[in-house]
């Protein structure tokens, strides 16, 4: 049994399996070169050659328990016929929803359009057998989808007025989570063995709304994943109670940003954890990297824990403070 397994399924805490959110990306100078040739974003997730190749990347360099699909969460609303466009040093830019047949998107011609990701999870899923790794599928939450979608582009801290209103947002979210879930299935039955739903947006959300827009649509999901014997971590990014999260979505695991209290939140929970290293550590110098990732290791000494980031690798990473940072979680 591999390492992240244990975890999840035993609640092994002598080992810390460790995989890094944004592991295949843009502080690899393998993954620029390939990005440097396909300035189309999109059409890169849907190339069956290169997706496996850059998801394989930082496995070849480092010595990690899990493979992340590259992909993106964005990939859903491509797939419903929302037009989405990634530019440069900007972000993602999706197109006006009304041109959008939203709802009448037939389950097979969805299918149909991110055909060429199921098949790299095939393909990745296939190479990782013999070295017993972990192949984590990904959605975004359906709230998180739900920003996107009508924001239209990443939000700066406050919402966009059409997110304001409660009933419709209500209705497009059971709309979304219909296609999360065909998406799910797929990426589970072409190899995933583990499902990351990112709520990245989630502490946008406030505590009148928390129920109806995070917990509710997360715990959908979580109960669909497990129904398919398959565990599922949560990542409701800057919730404002994880606790609570935790008790209202029930995740196999969940991940925590790189604010919460890990002293605290360590008493207070039973469940495996990951997380939950600031990002911004990675690009200062070696000894202090080393100070804050004992400290999130001894803080899950007697805890089941997945060593991750609290949020994605920045792209002005070193790889070398990476392997840095794997040794020392191997070693610990
Ligand atoms: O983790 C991995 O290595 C797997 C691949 C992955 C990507 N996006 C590739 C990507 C995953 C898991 C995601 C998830 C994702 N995408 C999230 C949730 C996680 C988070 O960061 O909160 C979100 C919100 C998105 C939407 C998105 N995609 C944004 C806002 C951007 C632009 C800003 C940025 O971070 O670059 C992207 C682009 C994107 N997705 C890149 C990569 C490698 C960069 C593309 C480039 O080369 O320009």
């Known amino acids: 049994m591999n390492l992240i397994k244990k975890v999840v399924n035993e609640g092994s805490t002598t080992q810390k399996p460790i995989w890094l959110m944004r ?30 190749e850059i998801t394989l990347q930082p496995l070849k ?21 929302q037009e989405v466009e990634f530019k440069k040093n900007f972000g993602p830019i999706l197109g006006e929803l009304e041109n959008v047949n939203f709802s009448s998107t037939d389950e097979n011609e969805f299918t149909e359009k991110l055909l060429p990701v199921y098949r790299s999870i095939k393909k990745v899923s296939h190479s990782l057998i013999s070295q017993n790794k972990s192949l984590i599928g ?24 059409k997110l304001e209103n409660l009933k419709e947002n ?12 065909i998406h799910i299935k797929n990426q ?15 502490g946008l959300v406030n505590k009148k709304d928390v129920g109806d827009l995070i917990y509710k649509p997360n715990a959908e999901l979580v109960e669909f994943i497990k129904s398919l014997n398959i565990p599922v971590i949560c990542f409701p990014r800057e919730t404002k109670n994880y606790v609570e999260f935790i008790n209202e979505v ?11 209290d890990i002293k605290r939140i360590v008493k207070e929970i039973k469940i495996p954890t990951q997380g939950n290293l600031d990002p911004k550590i990675l690009l200062s110098d070696v000894n202090n990297i080393k100070k804050n990732t004992l ?6 000494k007697d805890h089941p824990h997945i060593f991750n980031l609290g949020h994605g690798v920045l792209p ?17």
């Open 295 to 300: 400290a999130i290791l001894d803080n899950f």
């Open 188 to 202: 589970i039955k072409n190899g995933a063995d583990i499902i990351q739903i990112f709520d990245s947006w989630a």
């Open 61 to 81: 360099r480092f010595n990690i328990d899990a493979a992340i699909i590259f992909s993106d969460i964005l990939m859903l609303p491509y797939g419903i016929g």
């Open 316 to 332: 002005q990473t070193d790889p070398n403070m990476i392997e840095y940072l794997v040794k020392l979680v191997k070693d610990y």
């Open 23 to 52: 592991q295949a990306g843009r502080y690899l100078p393998e993954f620029r070169k390939i990005r440097k040739e396909n300035s189309d974003f999109i059409k890169l997730c849907l190339n069956e050659i290169l997706v496996p």
């Open 250 to 260: 029930n995740p196999s695991v969940i991940s925590l940003d790189y604010n919460v």
């Open 170 to 181: 209500k209705r497009l979210i059971q709309v979304i989570i219909k296609y999360l879930k």
């Open 138 to 161: 990904f959605v975004g939450a359906p709230w998180t989808i739900l920003v996107y979608m009508l924001n239209k582009q990443s939000p700066k801290k406050e919402l966009n007025s």
